[in-house]
């Protein structure tokens, strides 16, 4: 099996990079820091990979992306798997506040996704088999105050996986949008924890699971759909006077 992890560094990206490694998977992971790279690669091949290769990038430098897939498919010919992990969680009142930060957080979490599965749409598609698997998040699915930023870069990316899902199906591409709810990792280290977060090893066990029965929209954990379709459900004249 051969496998593309870009944002390898995410806490989600090297749990589900190590399930792989147990299975013996050859991998090519893309990352912007270098020790955290160096140090999974070597991580994953003492688990049992068959073979790690790596590129380093900074995934807002959209000029460099071809460049990066290039070398991916350079090293692993054909890819099985394409898992795209990275993110970054915005300050939503300073984006609110200097468009420039909007749009450095929009690039992160939405435009760099669309340049990637630009590139991988067309290989895959080539291929005439793959599947590509995308994080996203359940705060795409409805603008709140605290986070709208961030939920409308990963909702145009939800709504680009809707289309291009059905673009890719006659050349036995599969799609899947991987939708979290709140997960303790890096980028929520600075938030409260309660009862309704789980674990990156949660999160990635899902994601091998789904992509193992081919399933096009996970929520992980799956309470998460029945959250969100309550939070959907709310009427906008009440919304809007709602805060968190
Ligand atoms: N944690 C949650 O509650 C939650 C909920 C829903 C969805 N998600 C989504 O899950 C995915 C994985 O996040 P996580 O929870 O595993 O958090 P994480 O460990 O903080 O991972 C985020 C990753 O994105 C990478 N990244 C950010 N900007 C980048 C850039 N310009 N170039 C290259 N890499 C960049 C970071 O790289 P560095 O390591 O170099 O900083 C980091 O590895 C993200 O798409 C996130 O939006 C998370």
Redesign the pocket.
């Known amino acids: 099996m051969k496998i593309l992890i870009i944002?390898a560094?995410?806490?989600?990206?090297k749990a589900t990079a190590r399930l792989y490694a147990d299975r013996h998977a050859e991998l090519f992971l893309i990352?912007?820091?270098e020790a955290?790279l160096a140090e999974l690669v070597n991580d994953l091949e003492v688990r049992g990979a068959s073979t790690v290769g790596h590129a380093l990038?900074?995934?807002?430098r959209q000029k460099d992306h071809a460049a990066a897939i290039d070398q991916a498919f350079a090293f692993l010919e054909t890819v099985d798997i394409a898992l795209i992990?990275?993110?970054?969680?915005p300050d939503q009142e300073a984006c609110e506040l200097d468009y420039k930060k909007a749009e450095r957080e929009i690039t992160?979490?939405g435009l760099?996704v669309i340049s990637l599965l630009t590139l991988l749409a067309f290989r895959l598609k080539a291929q005439q088999q793959g599947i590509l698997a995308v994080?996203?998040?359940?705060?795409g699915e409805r603008g709140r105050q605290p986070n709208f930023v961030y939920g409308a870069a990963?909702s145009m990316v939800s709504t680009y996986l809707q289309g291009l899902r059905g673009k890719l199906h006659p050349f036995n591409v599969h799609v899947m949008d991987v939708r979290?709810?709140?997960?303790d990792?890096?980028?929520?280290a600075h938030l409260e924890k309660g009862p309704l977060w789980s674990t990156?090893e949660y999160v990635a066990s899902k994601i091998v699971s789904s992509i193992d029965s081919r399933r096009h929209i996970v929520y992980t954990p799956g309470y998460w759909r029945i959250i969100m379709a309550a939070v959907c459900s709310i009427p906008e004249f009440i919304f809007k006077r709602i805060k968190f």
């Open positions: 944002g560094t995410s806490a989600i990206a990352a912007r820091n955290r990038l900074d995934l807002a992990c990275h993110g970054s969680l992160v979490n760099s994080i996203t998040s359940v705060a990963k979290p709810g709140l997960v990792s890096p980028m929520t990156p």
